[in-house]
Each structure stands twice: as C-alpha cells, then as structure tokens.
C-alpha cells in the first residue's frame, strides 16, 4: 500500500499545513544520480522532497521536479539553513539562494540545520587547522530562529518553519527566547537512537517530529539498524524487505519519514507502507533500547566540529552549543 498519510502541522506553519509522512531525502545523493532519482520518486508517488544547501544537488533537486511536470501546489518542499549564514543579516540571502537552487517561490518548510553557526563568508564549511572554524562571537541560536520566524511572519517565502538536530534543552531555549515552538523538528531516528524523553517533549509542544537515516547511516561505520539481526529475523518473517519494516517502525510512532536511495526499486519499495504490529514494535524497541548507537556527530567528521551539540562522549572535551 503506497503511503498517502499526511500529518498537519502547528505551531510556526500556516493553518492547514499538512506534511506527507512519507518523504524523499536526498542527503548524501550524488548530483549526477539525484535529478533522475527525484524525478522517479515523484512517479512513484512521493510528495515530499527533502533538500537542504549543504547537500550539494539542490539545482538537481529542482530539476528532477521540474521534469516530473507535476506542478508545486501538489508537493511538499523542505530544505535548510546552512551553518555558515546564523548571523540574523544573513538568514534570508540563505532561504533566497536555495528558493534559486530549486526553481521554487516559496518553501513548505524551512529549518535551521544546526544549532552550530560557522564563520560566515563563502564558504559553506568555512576550516582552521583542519577543523571547521566555529562563530564564536555569533549571536545566539535564539537571534536566528527569532529571524526565521520573521521571515515565517512576513513573507510569503516559507509555510513553516522548524529546527534540524536541536536537542531538548536547545528547543526550550529557543521557546522561551522568542515565544515561537517550531513547527517541525528533524532529527536522527532509527532503533539505535531512541529517544524517548525528546519524544515526548516534541508531542507536548505539537513539535512533529521527521526521522532522517530511519535505516541507519554508514557515516563513522558504526552498527546500522538495516543490518541488525532481529530487525532481518521481523522483515523474513512479516515477508517485507529491511526498509520497509524500519521506515514502518518510524511511522508507528508518529514520526514522519525520509528514507533516501536512487535505485528505482528501493524508492519504489521505501513508500510500500505497512502497519507495523505491536509485537513487532515492541520486540525493535526492546533492541534498540540496548543498543544505542548515535551515527551522525559532528566531533567524529573527517573535519570535526569542535563543538559538544548532543552531548555525546566523544564531544564532552569541547564547549557546548550554549
């Protein structure tokens, strides 16, 4: 069954707002692969595209929907603040260079990336030593969400607005600063990085909640949900393939999803939903519970960011975000 489920947003977006649970992520897609990966997404069905400047292949995303011939009003656009333009001057020259990239007037949704602002100028991960050279005199990440909701408030740019990577305590300083709960949080979700404490912050404040690398990433190689044992011993048994049991474990808890691939038959079988049986998700949790591994941490890059975002161990030697 192909996934039509919306879920409406609140907060900071428009009233009657609805994201489609199912998305397409295009995070670490290659340019040449992903303009003939989104253009097959949307035939397949897909609604909601997933893009953000860092990625590289915003132009390609754009050309992918346009050659869909599917028109704008019939999909649901997400992309992101880049690191290098938190100071508040720059936040809307950002928005307007990714509407440019995508061949779009307006954004469904618009999310700081990160709560890590670099050192503004061209580039986008701006280095000292090898390392990514942080804005320590920027202003706070509160002075940036305050000026994405401006644009929210007063221009036609965006429909919602929301966060990427925030942390609990990142989101109720954000809240309290400004007055403004973001729409939309996206984090890291999977099995291996439960977070049930966030969870059910988010769904206290009507934060929806958007699950990247549902299947794990192979970023640092650590352990990947899509190749643990008990989630293949579920997918032979429910007869569905590894993905599909994952990206339906992520929509069981009311997360929205955006699995990436540019292989025609995984985006095909990626948006094959299925109800995820309570046995099923129990015996997952239960798993993911004991073995808790966190895939994308800055501090671990081939460039690390100096900087403690999730307080993690291997971050803990460094300054936190606050």
């Known amino acids: 069954m192909a996934s039509g489920k919306t879920i409406e947003l609140k907060n900071t977006a428009q009233s009657g707002v ?92 618009y999310l700081i990336h990160w709560p890590v602002p670099f050192k503004p100028g061209d580039e986008l991960s701006p280095q000292e030593n090898g390392k990514a050279a942080i804005d320590w005199d920027a202003p706070s990440i509160s002075e940036t969400w305050k000026e994405v909701v401006r644009i929210f408030k007063e221009t036609k740019k965006v429909r919602a607005v929301g966060v990427s990577n925030f942390t609990q305590a990142q989101l109720e300083q954000i809240i309290k600063d400004s007055g403004a709960t973001p729409a939309l949080l996206q984090i890291e979700v999977n ?6 404490d966030l969870y059910k912050f988010a769904k206290e404040r009507g934060i929806t909640i958007t ?32 993905g599909q049991v994952l990206i339906a474990w992520a929509a069981k808890n009311g997360f929205v999803v955006i699995p990436k691939s540019v292989t025609p038959s995984r985006i095909a079988s990626n948006f094959e ?20 591994v966190r895939s994308n941490i800055p501090a671990e890059y081939d460039t690390p960011w100096e900087i403690n975002v999730f307080d993690e161990e291997s971050e803990r030697q460094f300054k936190k975000v606050w």
């Open 18 to 109: 609805k994201i489609p649970q199912i998305g397409f992520g295009t995070w670490l897609a290659e340019p040449g692969e992903v303009e003939k990966a989104v253009t097959e997404a949307i035939k397949v069905g897909y609604t909601h595209i997933d893009a953000a400047l860092i990625y590289g292949n915003q132009k390609e995303v754009g050309a992918g929907i346009k050659k869909s011939g599917v028109s704008r009003d019939k999909l649901f656009i997400t992309s992101k603040l880049w690191n290098n333009s938190h100071r508040p001057e720059l936040v809307e020259a950002d928005l307007d260079r990714t509407l440019k990239e995508l061949g779009t007037d307006y954004l469904d949704l």
């Open 191 to 196: 099995p291996n990085i439960i977070q049930d």
């Open 211 to 242: 699950a990247y690398s549902p299947l794990g990433n192979n970023v640092t190689g650590k352990l990947r949900a899509i190749d643990a044992d008990v989630i293949k011993d579920i997918a032979k048994r429910l007869n569905k393939d590894v």
């Open 273 to 292: 939903t299925f109800e995820l049986g309570d046995k099923e998700f129990q015996e997952i949790n239960d798993w993911g519970h004991k073995n808790r």
